[in-house]
């Protein structure tokens, strides 16, 4: 059995600092890019609204924010700061770079070599991802850096790490995913009317693994490549175990 290794490296900062630019050395305040100003009358009230105070959605934050896709504190720490990247700056002069807020508040850029994309916020954070080795990621990393940097951003290579390794191989064989969620109940979940994959979470390495009845077999979630190829000589007996006879 031959295991693809498929490597898919994200990085993220912590609350306190970022990925592409730390909090304290930049991001030049301005207007949010996408954000409406509510009117307000003359008594200092929102218009047309007599509910006191700030008026929230039903996840009880503001509105009028622009969100990325980060924890709620992740969130609150750069809000907080009033720190941000010009994501329409960015979009306009760099290349091959997409940016439409109303579908995603951030930066879509690629890059062909190595190949890979780049999720930009405006926080300041950067998700690069499907670079097929880790050295190929931070290389990709540092690119997307120098794209910042080149535009007067005083963007900053830090806090880099890798959040997670995809892995894909085919086992050559059929398999009865039913019998296979019956016996591994605590770790499987299958589905077929949802999802034609059984989920299956492995505890140690803590891998998750999609099991289709051909014989893929995609696993995500690792830190390192050891991970994945542990987790695969893990499941393979399982596999064998549980192969389809016809």
């Given at each position: 059995?031959?295991?693809?290794?498929v490597?898919?490296?994200?990085?993220?900062?912590?609350?306190?600092?970022h990925?592409?630019?730390?909090?304290r050395e930049?991001v030049?305040?301005g207007?949010?890019?996408g954000v409406?100003e509510?009117?307000r009358?003359?008594?200092?009230?929102?218009a047309?609204?007599?509910r006191?105070?700030?008026?929230?959605?039903?996840?009880?934050s503001?509105?009028?924010?622009v969100r990325d896709?980060?924890?709620a504190?992740?969130y609150?720490?750069y809000?907080?700061?009033?720190?941000?990247?010009?994501?329409?700056?960015i979009?306009?002069?760099?290349?091959n770079?997409?940016?439409?807020?109303?579908?995603?508040?951030?930066?879509?850029m690629?890059i062909?070599?190595?190949r890979?994309?780049a999720?930009i916020?405006?926080?300041g954070?950067m998700v690069c991802t499907?670079?097929?080795?880790?050295?190929?990621a931070?290389l990709?990393?540092k690119?997307?850096?120098?794209?910042?940097?080149?535009l007067?951003?005083?963007?900053?290579?830090k806090?880099?790490k890798?959040?997670n390794i995809?892995?894909?191989c085919?086992v050559?064989?059929p398999i009865?995913l039913?019998?296979?969620?019956?016996s591994?109940?605590?770790?499987?979940?299958y589905?077929?009317?949802?999802?034609?994959g059984?989920?299956?979470r492995?505890v140690q390495?803590k891998?998750?693994?999609l099991?289709?009845?051909?014989?893929?077999?995609v696993?995500t979630g690792?830190?390192?490549?050891?991970?994945i190829?542990?987790?695969f000589e893990?499941?393979?007996?399982?596999?064998?175990e549980?192969?389809?006879v016809?």
């Amino acid at each position: 059995v031959v295991l693809d290794v498929v490597v898919v490296v994200a990085w993220w900062a912590a609350s306190s600092s970022h990925v592409l630019v730390s909090q304290r050395e930049l991001v030049r305040p301005g207007p949010l890019v996408g954000v409406r100003e509510v009117p307000r009358s003359s008594h200092g009230r929102r218009a047309g609204g007599k509910r006191k105070g700030r008026e929230r959605d039903g996840s009880g934050s503001d509105p009028t924010s622009v969100r990325d896709p980060t924890t709620a504190a992740e969130y609150r720490g750069y809000g907080q700061h009033g720190l941000w990247l010009d994501l329409k700056k960015i979009a306009l002069h760099a290349k091959n770079a997409e940016y439409n807020p109303k579908r995603f508040a951030a930066v879509i850029m690629r890059i062909r070599e190595p190949r890979s994309t780049a999720l930009i916020f405006a926080s300041g954070k950067m998700v690069c991802t499907g670079a097929k080795s880790e050295h190929l990621a931070k290389l990709a990393t540092k690119k997307y850096v120098k794209v910042i940097q080149r535009l007067d951003f005083p963007a900053l290579f830090k806090d880099y790490k890798i959040q997670n390794i995809v892995g894909s191989c085919d086992v050559k064989f059929p398999i009865r995913l039913e019998g296979l969620a019956f016996s591994h109940g605590n770790f499987s979940s299958y589905e077929p009317e949802l999802f034609p994959g059984l989920i299956y979470r492995m505890v140690q390495p803590k891998v998750v693994l999609l099991i289709f009845v051909s014989g893929k077999v995609v696993l995500t979630g690792a830190k390192t490549k050891e991970e994945i190829y542990t987790a695969f000589e893990n499941i393979y007996p399982v596999l064998l175990e549980y192969r389809k006879v016809a």
